[in-house]
């Protein structure tokens, strides 16, 4: 397969890296320049490209069941729960968020419902590419081991209660676009094989 050439897969590790650049020094520029809401607040550079990295994962993902029906019972629930943690990612804008999320967590419970029958086959074609296998790694890292990692126990036991907060918000909040970004990064890999899949298809 052509997107498993050595040329094609340098030139993908070279622009991943780069774009694993550019999130750390988001993080970075946070720390030198905090903006009014603070260091590593809800008005800040790393929250703000982790909630355009999760706008564009939603529509990537709804347009990807779109595109290519098998995976769509797992995309559209993909792309749901994503919105979801848009959603609360913009509760500072939105006072009432749970009303819209659970919105649209009742919609998930429907579409597993709608596609129960579907969900097998499409579960096995989504997870059958590696591709699956970076969203899977970005999930642990932003809904696991940020979490675990921003507890505040931990963080007494290094710092004291006045001063800790500062370095466990920007270990939580950089952990977390982490996981955006490598989520970001399944999605360009979903799209090259399913794109080279469909080229294949039309020929």
Known sequence: ????????????????????????????????????????????RTEF???FILLVLVVFYLLLGKRYQPVQPVSNLVALFL??????????????W????LLVLMTALWMVWR????LKSATQEFFAQPASAWFFAGFLI???????MGRSKF???MYDES???MAKAATEEGMELMGYGLMLISAVEFALVFWNRNKKNEQ
Do not use: C, H
Not at 115 to 118: L, P, S
Not at 142 to 148: A, C, G, K
């Open 1 to 44: 397969m052509r997107n498993y050439t050595p040329l094609f897969i340098a030139i993908r590790v070279i622009i991943y890296s780069m774009f694993i650049y550019a999130l750390a020094e988001a993080i970075r520029f946070d720390a030198l320049y905090p903006m009014e809401d603070g260091y590593f607040g809800e008005i800040s």
């Open 49 to 51: 490209s982790q909630e």
């Open 83 to 96: 919105l979801i943690g848009l959603i609360r990612e913009l509760n500072f804008i939105i006072s009432w």
């Open 98 to 101: 749970f009303w819209p999320a």
């Open 115 to 118: 596609d129960f029958k579907k």
């Open 142 to 148: 932003t809904y696991v081991f940020s979490r675990l």
């Open 155 to 157: 963080w007494l036991l």
């Open 163 to 165: 001063n800790y907060r």
